[in-house]
């Protein structure tokens, strides 16, 4: 299994990006999807999830500002996020959770948000 994820960049504070992870190796629409950042010095959190039924979670600190979505017909899980802070600068990474417990991970991509 494989996720490639893309879309990270450079970006000022109120900006907005969207991130997407292409997953092969895998039946995709078969697999839970959520994005999870690392910032410097601090601990990966979680920041959204879909699952196979396309129910979604978000951080309290991104609702409203994130939307995640999932096309299954592309094998592509997105994150749109809007209205960026500079609190949201870190390594977003794709993971992926399969129908056994197994998870998998993207390489990451960087996001930074300029104040």
């Known amino acids: 299994v494989q996720l490639q994820a893309s879309g990270g960049g450079l970006v000022q504070a109120g900006g907005s990006l969207r991130l997407s992870c292409v997953v092969s190796g895998t039946i995709f629409n078969l697999n839970d999807m959520g994005w999870l950042r690392q910032a410097p010095g601090k601990q990966r959190e979680l920041v959204a999830t879909?699952?196979?039924?396309?129910?979604?979670n978000y951080a309290d600190s991104v609702k409203g500002r994130f939307t995640i979505s999932r096309d299954n017909t592309k094998n592509t899980v997105y994150l749109q996020m809007n209205s960026l802070k500079a609190e949201d600068t870190g390594v977003y990474y794709c993971?992926?959770?399969?129908?056994?417990?197994?998870?998998?991970w993207g390489q990451g991509t960087q996001v930074t948000v300029s104040s």
């Open positions: 879909i699952d196979r039924d396309a129910n979604i």
């Open positions: 993971n992926l959770r399969s129908m056994k417990g197994r998870q998998y």
